[in-house]
């Protein structure tokens, strides 16, 4: 992996004597690290019910807990608008914001929680056909071009984001959700929107902090190096039993990672007819169930449209996307292997979302992987389960330490961060969703890219 040199000069004596601007160097998270390294301002406009209880939490972790803008550099800033109606309320969370931010320290968190508002024509909220409902739903919607601008506004390292808040949600089913998003865990994660629903079933009250994903089974695949590795390696450290899956080639890298892990390596190619039957099987066999399935396994295969061929094409789609929804499709269909809180975490791409020169079956598999997260969403909350997906930016890897420095450089700096990501950011994200407490998220697609310039 190449080392970031532009950013680390930036950090230098020299460069700060010439005046050279500054590429924050990222607080990340390692075990023990208290979820914030000072005080947060929690508050909320229109009446909001999550800022007792959000800064309840914020206490409990040892972090003080302000209601207004003082001397004090903020580590956070927790703004609840979830009862936001008018203009005058937007106004008000202006006046909140524009002091809080000047106080932000470097990594700093800004997160807003918004109202989820019906859509257009649901007679369940008729006043929404009028002009009180009309206002509250521009309003409700006009935090999101809020906080993505937030976003790029921000420097040395902080984020912003946004939770869109279901009415029926409890206060308990954002408790993983805000503690990701405070938390260094989140570092290459901004200007997002989230939205959060109720729960699909509830989570155990007994979690730990720490090692959130104890006592749950999970499975990676593409778990030999790069992404899928750092991916094992972190679900590892936050108490999950590991089950690594790669292809035969890769058996020794593979091994690797399931014994630094502690867990099972299995070699399987995903695109055999019989991989999702033996991938279930040996879950079965070895654990009795499955808690966190993380389909990461992907190739590129790349070449302009013009000069597409029939292998490059099926080859990135199969591994990419067909073998996502057969595995899918199995877990669904078999009767008692999702265990209780079950999640399913697809890795997609913003090559999906934005789209990619030379790069049309792979933005079209991880596109497809976002289709099929939105569709299969209702029929795993049927039993309980959740599945969404993440999809990476310019991610600091084996693969883009060997693009041409002009292309790498681009890469990284095209995004509110100024920076590329690291294989864990992404490992965080998945660890986050694959909890047994974060249930009130479904169906979602979260971007790990530093709020991209590229794309939505």
């Given at each position: 992996m190449t080392s970031d040199t532009l950013r680390n000069w930036s950090n230098t004596g020299l460069a700060r004597r010439l005046g050279a601007p500054r590429i924050p160097v990222l607080r990340r998270y390692s075990p023990g690290q208290p979820l914030l390294d000072g005080p947060a301002l929690v508050t909320s406009v229109g009446g909001g019910r999550f800022a007792e209880p959000i800064a309840a939490l914020v206490a409990e972790t040892g972090a003080t807990v302000v209601t207004e803008t003082g001397d004090d550099k903020l580590a956070a800033v927790v703004l609840d608008l979830t009862g936001i109606a008018t203009l005058s309320d937007l106004a008000a969370a202006?006046?909140?914001?524009?002091?809080?931010?000047?106080k932000l320290a470097p990594s700093g968190r800004v997160l807003l929680l918004g109202p989820d508002t019906p859509v257009s024509g649901d007679s369940r909220h008729s006043d929404y056909r009028h002009s009180q409902g009309s206002e509250r739903a521009a309003v409700a919607q006009a935090l999101d071009g809020l906080v993505r601008s937030i976003g790029k506004e921000l420097r040395a390292g902080a984020t912003a984001n946004l939770l869109v808040v279901a009415p029926d949600a409890t206060p308990a089913a954002l408790d993983s959700t805000v503690r990701f998003f405070l938390s260094a865990r989140s570092a290459y994660v901004d200007g997002q929107v989230v939205h959060l629903g109720a729960a699909t079933d509830p989570a155990?009250?007994?979690v730990d902090p720490l090692r959130p994903l104890a006592g749950r089974v999970a499975v990676v695949t593409g778990a030999a190096r790069g992404i899928g590795a750092a991916i094992a390696d972190t679900l590892a450290r936050d108490g999950a039993t590991i089950v690594a899956v790669d292809i035969p080639a890769a058996g020794e890298g593979l091994t690797a990672v399931a014994n630094r892990t502690g867990g099972t390596a299995l070699q399987?190619?995903?695109t055999a007819p019989d991989a999702a039957q033996r991938l279930l099987a040996h879950l079965k066999q070895r654990h009795g169930r499955v808690d966190l399935v993380v389909h990461?396994?992907?190739i590129t295969r790349d070449k302009l449209l013009a000069n597409m061929d029939d292998d490059r094409w099926d080859a990135v789609l199969?591994?990419?996307l067909g073998a996502q929804l057969t595995v899918n499709e199995a877990l669904l269909a078999a009767p008692d292997l999702l265990g209780a809180n079950a999640r399913v975490v697809c890795v997609s791409s913003q090559s999906g979302i934005a789209g990619n020169r030379g790069q049309t079956n792979y933005a079209a598999s991880k596109a497809g992987i976002i289709g099929m997260v939105r569709a299969l969403a209702p029929r795993f909350a049927e039993r309980g389960a959740t599945i969404n997906a993440v999809a990476p930016g310019f991610i600091e890897t084996e693969m883009t330490a060997r693009m041409p420095l002009g292309t790498r450089e681009a890469g990284r700096r095209v995004n509110s961060l100024r920076q590329g990501?690291?294989?864990?950011?992404v490992a965080e994200t998945i660890g986050w969703l694959g909890q047994a407490s974060s249930g009130a998220v479904n169906g979602q697609v979260v971007r790990v890219c530093g709020q991209?310039?590229?794309g939505a």
């Open positions: 202006r006046r909140i914001l524009t002091p809080a931010v000047r155990p009250d007994d399987l190619d995903i990461n396994a992907g199969a591994v990419n990501g690291l294989p864990v950011d991209s310039m590229l």
